[in-house]
């Protein structure tokens, strides 16, 4: 088995720092799990009128209007096969501002859409396609696409509007032998939304992946991508 950012990325993935592959070559069947843990130098927020937004997105663990330096934070990416069998990694972010917040995703690859859709949020209510492209000094980098919006019966495809376009760096650097990310969330009419930067270190534990530690766990999961 190949990891989902794999079998996207193909040949190039070997473009990626080795440090980065390590970080995005495993799957369910490696038994084991990557935890970072560091601090966000800035996590920030978009104007006040983006404010509505922002509190919306703390219902479902999405985005927060909290905003701060040198940010304690945790990523927690775990990889197991949901009820529909389909390889998933979690991205669970945790920021201990003020107030802790989550920020949730999962990942799976989709031989539909040939792409992989990042279910966010804790009910995966919002399915989002992910573009990924790997830089020159070997870093990843994701940016948002197609998003659409499922809860129960209803489906549909999320206005741009209403819609947070992510681009997400990942890196690895080699000088601080620290991992690096940089994230921003904007939208084509509010601009600048919701973001953070900083530096993590990685530790490698064991990890089941049929007994995924439940708070990891989505609440709901969602077939349709």
Avoid at 47 to 68: A, C, K, N, S
Avoid at 94 to 116: G, H, L, V, W
Avoid at 169 to 186: K, L, S
Avoid at 197 to 206: I, R
Wanted: aromatic content about 16%; overall charge negative.
């Amino acid at each position: 088995m190949t990891s989902i950012y794999q079998q996207v990325l193909g040949s190039d993935f070997k473009k990626l720092h080795p440090k980065i592959q390590q970080r995005f070559g495993f799957d369910s069947g490696d038994r084991i799990a990557s935890v970072g843990t560091g601090v966000m130098e800035e996590v920030w927020r978009g104007p006040l009128y983006t404010l509505p937004f922002l509190y919306v997105g703390t219902w479902r663990r999405i985005m927060f209007p909290e905003h701060g330096k040198n940010i304690p934070f945790k990523v927690e990416n775990y990889s197991y096969r949901d009820r529909f069998g389909r390889e998933t990694v979690t991205w669970i972010r945790t920021f201990e501002n003020d107030k802790r917040r989550r920020f949730d995703a999962y990942m799976i690859y989709s031989p539909q859409r040939k792409c992989i859709v990042d279910y966010l949020g804790s009910h995966q209510h919002l399915a989002v396609d992910l573009d990924l492209s790997v830089d020159e000094e070997g870093g990843l980098n994701i940016r948002s696409g197609a998003q659409r919006f499922y809860e129960g019966p209803l489906a549909f495809i999320f206005p741009p509007f209403f819609s947070g376009i992510a681009e997400v760096r990942e890196w690895y650097d080699d000088e601080a032998e620290t991992f690096r990310i940089q994230v921003e969330v904007t939208n084509p009419t509010w601009g600048r939304l919701f973001g953070y930067q900083g530096s993590f270190q990685v530790n490698w534990l064991p990890s089941d992946p049929t007994n995924i530690p439940p708070h990891l766990l989505p609440l709901r999961e969602e077939i349709r991508e």
